[in-house]
């Protein structure tokens, strides 16, 4: 399944790419034959990006998934002024080759969605988290706050967030999109049991992150 989010670009390419195959092999023109191929090269790749497949997030009310596919990059205790003292974060890196759609870690109603303007800086930097363009989502939960930020990386550019401010959103529900490579950190309360460790790769909707005790 393609991620509708991937259309504007898809669509536009394939229009371009066929015509020009048809015309160069037609014409037996080489540059237009190497223009075609790189054409082709670009389109498979965002059809590779802009998959988006079907995920079964486990049962379980006491459950964080994933909100993200890729790498464990960063797993620590910080202040946030939001979630509270001594709360858990955990950061994923995208790579352009991880699925890039993030989703609902757990159900709650959406208290605040900011889009914080910043650096783009490589997403596996750690400093990307404070310092790069973000968008932020908090979800208010019985057992307590939940931040989920998704941020942008050197190539990312565009990030998509569907949380409203008063909506109720779904574990494994549709969060938001961004665009090539990313990042996107998770921070949740103190009383949360962290089941990833650094280097671990988790699947967004299916991996279990945290366990409320």
Same mark, same amino acid.
């Given at each position: 399944?393609?991620? %509708?989010?991937?259309?504007?670009?898809?669509?536009?390419?394939?229009?371009?790419?066929?015509?020009?195959?048809?015309?160069?092999?037609?014409?037996?023109?080489?540059?237009?034959?190497?223009?075609?191929?790189?054409?082709?090269?670009?389109?498979?790749?965002?059809?590779?990006?802009?998959?988006?497949?079907?995920?079964?997030?486990?049962?379980?009310?006491?459950?964080?998934?994933?909100?993200?596919?890729? %790498?464990?990059?960063?797993?620590?205790?910080?202040?946030?002024?939001?979630?509270?003292?001594?709360?858990?974060?955990?950061?994923?890196?995208?790579?352009?080759?991880?699925?890039?759609?993030?989703?609902?870690?757990?159900?709650?109603?959406?208290?605040?969605?900011?889009?914080?303007?910043?650096?783009?800086?490589?997403?596996?930097?750690?400093?990307?988290?404070?310092?790069?363009?973000?968008?932020?989502?908090?979800?208010?939960?019985?057992?307590?706050?939940?931040?989920?930020?998704?941020?942008?990386?050197?190539?990312?550019?565009?990030?998509?967030?569907?949380?409203?401010?008063?909506?109720?959103?779904?574990?494994?529900?549709?969060?938001?999109?961004?665009?090539?490579?990313?990042?996107?950190?998770?921070?949740?309360?103190?009383?949360?049991?962290?089941?990833?460790?650094?280097?671990?790769?988790?699947?967004?909707?299916?991996?279990?992150?945290?366990?409320?005790?």
């Amino acid at each position: 399944m393609i991620a %509708k989010e991937g259309r504007i670009i898809l669509i536009p390419l394939f229009l371009i790419t066929f015509p020009i195959g048809i015309y160069a092999h037609a014409v037996a023109s080489i540059p237009l034959t190497i223009m075609y191929g790189l054409l082709g090269f670009f389109f498979l790749f965002c059809l590779n990006f802009f998959r988006d497949p079907k995920r079964v997030p486990p049962m379980g009310e006491n459950l964080i998934i994933s909100p993200a596919d890729g %790498k464990v990059v960063k797993v620590t205790e910080i202040n946030d002024p939001e979630v509270g003292e001594t709360a858990k974060l955990v950061s994923i890196f995208l790579n352009v080759f991880n699925v890039h759609a993030n989703r609902v870690p757990l159900d709650g109603i959406v208290t605040k969605v900011e889009k914080k303007p910043g650096k783009f800086l490589a997403a596996f930097d750690h400093k990307a988290s404070d310092e790069n363009e973000q968008v932020i989502t908090v979800l208010e939960h019985i057992s307590g706050k939940y931040k989920i930020k998704q941020i942008a990386g050197l190539i990312a550019r565009r990030i998509l967030c569907y949380a409203q401010p008063g909506a109720k959103m779904h574990k494994g529900g549709r969060l938001g999109f961004i665009r090539f490579g990313s990042r996107t950190d998770l921070i949740m309360p103190a009383q949360v049991d962290v089941q990833v460790a650094v280097g671990q790769k988790v699947t967004g909707g299916e991996t279990v992150i945290g366990k409320i005790s």
